[in-house]
């Protein structure tokens, strides 16, 4: 069957992919080599700098939310794939600085091996580097250990906060102690109601029966979770919201910014349905939705289904980098 | 077989989806009897308004593009449903005002009865409203009467220009005269892969085959333009842009602002691929991407395509509008 996407060489996908994301925003964005976005008006060098990397295929994250108060990097990977170590040191090497750089890392074994090798290479250069490693899915159980836990959608909150720190002038340390606190609070569930195509082989990545959904599946597609017939939206809110409620232990009181980020083929009408749902879950908790995005954020590919990401607001501090202004492309601010 | 979505009552669909929106942007909007979204912040009342109508099921738009800088108010049908004209009516009662109103109509047979029945009682009752047509879908053919073709995706930047004139405090005239001139410059052209389902019915809507595809294709997928084996994406933005190119007469220096309008399945990454394919067929003719956006804007449920607008940079005051700020939570800014 021929795959029904447009594209051209499969080889070149990711080139062409940045440089027509550099067309749409080339006031906010643009793409150095080895495959790095960074921002148009660079950040002053006296702040820290924000970095993160990861495969494509997911757009429009990471590189969408390069930009001022977020990211001043995203290092991209082939389809799917992490970049290598020698791309991550390129671009930190390019963020040198005594303030430093904090290098936010989603938890999968690629992106972990070359943040790791990258870092060890820019110490002996003599880079300051700080790292934060994202591990918001709890698919693999509520008491999982953190490193067994996946990144996923909750890493661009968790940028954004860091990001509207950096911006600030706080130092490394307190950017760190700031992110890491936040981090805390992020704990995402996947659901899928169809596989994908993996764009460059064409290649079916799961598969799931007519009558089917599965809510614990990972970036990829990859089994793990529990596969059920189809439930309504307000089932799916109340089993997905019911089980990251226990992980974050939210109470009555507790503030949470919920985003809603559809991985493919499942409409903006749909996620808006599920987080009405999500509001009179919290709500009989006595939990308040202060704000959220509905939106395509991290995708995979032309999957239905989506990502269900809380924020706890842990603090003031945290409530206001969250609501801090950013022109990066694909951010929808709180605020004005 | 049972449809994948998320929904709960379908009869339900349209009011859940709205309580969603406000829930995710409370800060940015909220709606009001009967199913009228408007600015959680009203603009003053010596500004003119601008609003908008049209079925629901095609989020974000139009809702999602309420804001300041943007529009006042839209007024939302049922699921590809226009809203009647005593919802309009209601909506035009609600920001009655000596400055009066602009009513942005998509050329669409509901949409422009519904409007003009409303616009018709409207004027008894001593409101002052004036009101703007969208006719920018191109797949009628090069030389189509403007009443036959139909309102698309090219609404949301003509209501973008219009917002921000209106914001600025022009008069109604001066509002009506600057979105006409935008208009005369919009053109979009419509590409399918895969059909939909509708989300209250579960029926399919159109249909293509295994390694078919179709540009032309209308809002809810009706047919009326060519069918071809699965052309790339290079392929594609060839014989789109061309069209386009014709129907504005692009000339060499002309400046053109491009939206790529995901319907659904298609993904950013490839809309990506298509719009970089986009500024290489305007560099060969000497015109000039300025930029563009590259998201879902205005849905087709599930369908795997998507709309190009293109926006010809008429003036200097055009492109101002169109760089003004706006917090509408579905716009990305070009400037900061």
Redesign the interface.
Known sequence: ??M?????YPEN?TV??????A?????KVKVVDPKIVVRATPKAEDKVAVITLGG??H??ALS?FVG?GFLDASVVGDIFAAPNAVAVLAALKMFKRDAGILLVILNHAGDVMSANMAMKMAAREGIKVKSIMVSDDISAGLDAATEDRRGLAGSIPLCKVAGAAAEEGKSLDEVLEIAEKFNAGIATLAVA??GCTH?QTGQPISELG??E?EIGMGQHGEAGGSRSK?L???E?AKSMFGNLSAVLKLAEGDKIY?M?N?V????????????????ECAAEIGVE????????IL?V??M?G?QMVICKICCETCQKYLYAKS?A??W?????
Chains 1, 2 share one sequence.
């Open positions: 069957m021929i029904k996407k447009f594209i051209n996908l062409e992919l940045l440089e027509g994301l067309t749409a925003y080339p006031q494509s295929g757009e429009p969408g001022e109601m169809t764009p007519d009558d959904m189809i309504t939206a307000e799916t919920v809603m559809g493919g083929a499942t409409t903006p009408m749909e996620l808006a349905v599920v987080l009405k749902n999500v509001k939705v202060i704000g959220g995005m509905i939106d395509e995708t590919q032309e239905a989506f022109n492309p694909y929808t601010s709180l605020g004005e």
